[in-house]
């Protein structure tokens, strides 16, 4: 019989209070055994909400490694691991019911120790791009860890991808949920401060998965936390050229040879980076030197949560909707995948095999002052919600 899980307590939930996502009640601390834990059932015959805990593996070091499993009362099912707040595997329903894992990734650690291109890793400190590795802050320049040629990308060698969080689980009357935790130190790849984050996953029964991130500081320092997952909605059976995208952003903002943002912000009417209305993702990727790896300029602007990508792949029904609060969108159509990558279900990672969609700030933005600020600042909390809601037509 499954174990009775009471409801995180208020400060457990702090990021959901925040947003009003979930509920703020008082409850006992979750379980921390390999077993099956869930909230107390509704009437018999329906399926239930679950959370799962259970082990991943081990570093080199002898650091053990969790992978947690979040199921809603319609089934759909998502599992974290610990090891860089990861989303290792989504199961949604097509338009007939049966689930499939949508998204790219590995059944087992040592994959994504070998390698792994940033597979549903939280990135971070700051995600996308920092040219040549430099920004100045407050008159002091400060130089990061370069990992992308001469440029520094999603955070350095040793980014939030590659480090273990802590991790609770915790669920309510409708939704179940795990919080991850990781202190940042001062001077980490460079970047100034001691910089404590919280990034929770909550599943919700309206089929949502809701990634909320918090974090504080002791100096001011750039912060761009985004989730990285690759999803293809055919369950990786082909590529993702026949995907239909739309994207609420009139504008995007153009890059050099380098993926280095110009400063420019251009309106994407006339070209191919228009998807104001839907288009499915191959029909004018060859127009597109090196294929779609672009910031775009989200029209609400962000501060309040807002629609900003809708995909639909039409042989299995599938539908993913993006909601953020983020200013900006990085497209990306898996243009360095080349089938030297076997993932899950023995699916071998192709060339455009998966498509990701992060909320973000804009790449380089310390560099850029036209940009919508990212720095965070003593006594600020950086605050951030972006929801994925699946369903099927």
């Given amino acids: 019989m499954r174990k009775s899980l009471l409801v995180l307590a208020l400060g457990v939930l702090g990021i959901g209070c925040f947003h009003g996502l979930v509920g703020c009640k008082k409850a006992a601390p979750p379980k921390e055994s390999q077993e099956s834990i869930g909230p107390a059932g509704p009437a018999k ?5 679950n959370i799962r805990k259970d082990g991943f593996g ?40 049966a689930l499939a894992d949508c998204v790219l990734g590995y059944e087992s650690l040592d994959g994504y120790l070998k390698a792994s291109p940033y597979f549903g890793a939280t990135v971070g400190r700051v995600g996308n791009r920092i040219a040549k590795g430099h920004f100045t802050l407050d008159g002091k320049t400060y130089t990061l860890a ?15 991808d590659k480090v273990v969080w802590s991790a609770e689980s915790f669920s309510e009357a409708d939704a179940v949920g795990v919080k991850f ?22 599943l919700t029964n309206d089929n949502e998965l809701r990634i909320s991130y918090e974090a504080t500081t002791d100096k001011a320092t750039p912060v761009n936390l985004t989730n990285h997952s690759y999803f293809n909605f055919t369950a ?46 191959g029909a004018r990727i060859a127009k597109v030197e090196g294929g779609y790896d672009h910031n775009y ?15 639909y792949e039409p042989e299995s029904g599938r539908i993913m909707e993006i909601l953020t609060d983020q200013p900006g969108i990085q497209f990306y159509t898996g243009n360095f995948l080349d089938g030297t990558i076997t993932g899950t279900g023995g699916h071998v990672y192709k060339k455009n095999w998966g498509f990701c969609l992060e909320t973000q700030h804009f790449p380089d933005s310390p ?4 940009f919508p600020s990212s720095i965070l600042r003593p006594g600020q909390v950086y605050r951030t919600v972006t929801v994925l809601k699946f369903s099927v037509k």
């Avoid at 499993?69 to 290792?88: D, E, P, Q, S």
């Fill in 297 to 311: 300029v989200l029209n609400s602007g962000g501060g309040t949560l807002a629609l900003a990508a809708r995909v």
């Fill in 367 to 370: 560099n850029h002052a036209n």
């Fill in 58 to 97: 081990k570093l080199p070091d002898g650091t053990a490694v969790d992978i947690f499993t979040l199921t809603n009362r319609n089934g759909l099912k998502a599992r974290i691991m610990t090891y860089g707040a990861t989303l290792v595997s989504l199961e949604t329903p097509d338009r007939n019911g």
């Fill in 236 to 281: 990786g059976v082909r590529d993702i050229l026949g995907h239909e995208l739309m994207l609420t952003a009139d504008r995007y903002t153009p890059v050099d040879k380098g993926l280095i943002p110009t400063g420019k912000l251009d309106p994407v009417k006339g070209t191919a980076m228009d998807f104001t209305t839907p288009f499915t993702i």
């Fill in 146 to 160: 370069l990992n992308n040629d001469a440029n520094h990308l999603h955070g350095g060698l040793k980014g939030f």
């Fill in 45 to 49: 015959g329906i399926p239930t909400m």
């Fill in 181 to 202: 935790g990781y202190l940042s130190k001062d001077g980490e790849e460079g970047y100034p401060g001691n910089l404590n984050i919280t990034v929770v996953y909550l």
